[in-house]
T-cell receptor, first 116, second 112 residues
Framework: GAGVSQTPSNKVTEKGKYVELRCDPISGHTALYWYRQSLGQGPEFLIY????????DSGLPNDRFFAVRPEGSVSTLKIQRTERGDSAVYLCASSTGRGRGGDEQFFGPGTRLTVL | GQQLNQSPQSMFIQEGEDVSMNCTSS?????WLWYKQDPGEGPVLLIALYKAGELTSNGRLTAQFGITRKDSFLNISASIPSDVGIYFCAGQPQGGSEKLVFGKGTKLTVNP
């Protein structure tokens, strides 16, 4: 498809485990964003990449969260030592990355993470 | 941190009625955006506003970027059942980052 895809769509894990969430952006989009959406809330910014580098990681809540985008396309969000409070829908978005402000971000369907 | 106050939290209306929702902030935003989210999907952009005072329409939707750059509203005219969903305002804060700050959403229910 032509949209942003995320895998898995659902992930159930146990407290203390490590998880990886994957995002495939729209082809040719240089900017990629991660957001977290808790139940009944709006998306909350985590990190965004321009190419391979993290341009703004100010939203990562602590050092258990880490994201990479080694080739400037696919990105992986990694969460170590998961806690029950990490349960949420993790949304990925991509944009053309022209950086002129308001560059439209196209969202994927999200990965629903449940930490038991 | 920066927050957007979105209201109302939910709305129950009859098909054909007009709807209005708004967002306010204590800080200035460079861009205001309105998204709609359906269950199990990511938000989809409805309208983007780039200049203070700008009034933009997209079909039955109209949105405005407040003069102070600290607020925005979205109007939906002649609502239809497929308008059901959660509407989010979002803003791009000053500072150069492309990140978006979202409101908590307005859940819209349309009764046929």
């Amino acid at each position: 498809g032509a949209g942003v895809s995320q895998t898995p769509s659902n992930k159930v894990t146990e407290k203390g485990k490590y998880v990886e969430l994957r995002c495939d952006p729209i082809s040719g989009h240089t900017a990629l964003y991660w957001y977290r959406q808790s139940l009944g809330q709006g998306p909350e910014f985590l990190i965004y990449f321009q190419g391979t580098g993290a341009a703004d990681d100010s939203g990562l809540p602590n050092d258990r969260f880490f994201a990479v985008r080694p080739e400037g396309s696919v990105s992986t969000l990694k969460i170590q030592r998961t806690e029950r409070g990490d349960s949420a829908v993790y949304l990925c978005a991509s944009s053309t990355g022209r950086g002129r402000g308001g560059d439209e971000q196209f969202f994927g369907p999200g990965t629903r993470l449940t930490v038991l | 941190g920066q927050q957007l106050n979105q209201s109302p939290q939910s709305m129950f209306i009859q098909e054909g009625e007009d709807v209005s929702m708004n967002c306010t902030s204590s800080s200035i935003f460079n861009t205001w955006l309105w998204y709609k989210q359906d269950p199990g999907e990511g938000p989809v952009l409805l309208i983007a506003l780039y200049k203070a005072g700008e009034l933009t329409s997209n079909g039955r939707l109209t949105a405005q970027f407040g003069i102070t750059r600290k607020d925005s509203f979205l109007n939906i005219s002649a609502s239809i059942p497929s308008d059901v969903g959660i509407y989010f305002c979002a803003g791009q804060p000053q500072g150069g980052s492309e990140k978006l700050v979202f409101g908590k959403g307005t859940k819209l229910t349309v009764n046929p």
